[in-house]
């Protein structure tokens, strides 16, 4: 079955210390984002790609940085300068807008990435 | 930024009644989309209307959508134990640079009694 695989489930910060979130997807989609989401809040956008090799930054994009060398793959990395990353992490991907007249797509997300700070 | 604010909060209900969520946004919008959220788990999309559509239906959902109001409510018929999770609302701006920037609101936390 097709989807997207977030890896690990959880994930422990020391302080002064870079930690990569990891985002698989075999559903084909051009499109893969990440978003933030803290205790009883929506989803804030960290950063977004389109294709493979091109990223933006999104709404909350300071502390955070990615790469998108694959098409299937796009990890985060919570860096140092990310002073509260407590937080649930969520990857999401969809087919591209222009892929279908311009129309919207739905985004498809992993189960998330749980990070704490020791 | 938030756009789509939801309402109320947080919602209890008895299995077998209906179950009715607001959502209402500050911008103009090309679609509004509904997704569902199960505890610790990532999001679901529901459905999708778009900005000249009024009323859409899936099976138990009905979405209602009034742009000169700026809102739209989600409908759930006869819920189950199930239907217990977060829904938030999901609105979108202009294509931003040919990518989809969802605005997502802060959700309404359904709990279903049996």
């Given amino acids: ?118 | 930024s938030q756009q789509g604010e939801e309402d109320p909060q947080a919602l209890s209900i008895q299995e077998g009644e209906n179950a009715t969520m607001n959502c209402s946004y500050k911008t103009s919008i090309n679609n509004l989309q509904w997704y569902r959220q199960n505890s610790g788990r990532g999001l679901v999309h529901l459905i999708l209307i778009r900005s000249n559509e009024r009323e859409k239906h899936s099976g138990r959902l009905r979405v209602t959508l009034d742009t000169s109001k700026k809102s739209s409510s989600l409908l759930i018929t006869a819920s189950r134990a199930a239907d217990t999770a977060s829904y938030f609302c999901a609105t979108d701006p202009p294509l931003f640079q040919g990518a989809q920037k969802l605005v997502f609101g802060q959700g309404t936390r359904l709990t279903i009694n049996p």
């Fill in chain 1, 1 to 118: 079955d097709g989807g997207i695989t977030q890896s690990p489930k959880y994930l422990f910060r020391k302080e002064g210390q870079n930690v990569t979130l990891s985002c698989e997807q075999n559903l084909n989609h051009d499109a893969m984002y990440w978003y933030r989401q803290d205790p009883g809040q929506g989803l804030r956008l960290i950063y977004y790609s389109q294709i493979v090799n091109d990223f933006q930054k999104g709404d909350i994009a300071e502390g955070y940085s990615v790469s998108r060398e694959k098409k299937e793959s796009f990890p985060l990395t919570v860096t140092s300068a990310q002073k509260n990353p407590t937080a649930f992490y969520l990857c999401a991907s969809s087919r591209r807008p222009w892929a279908a007249q311009g129309a919207y797509q739905p985004q498809h997300f992993g189960d998330g990435t749980r990070l704490s700070i020791l």
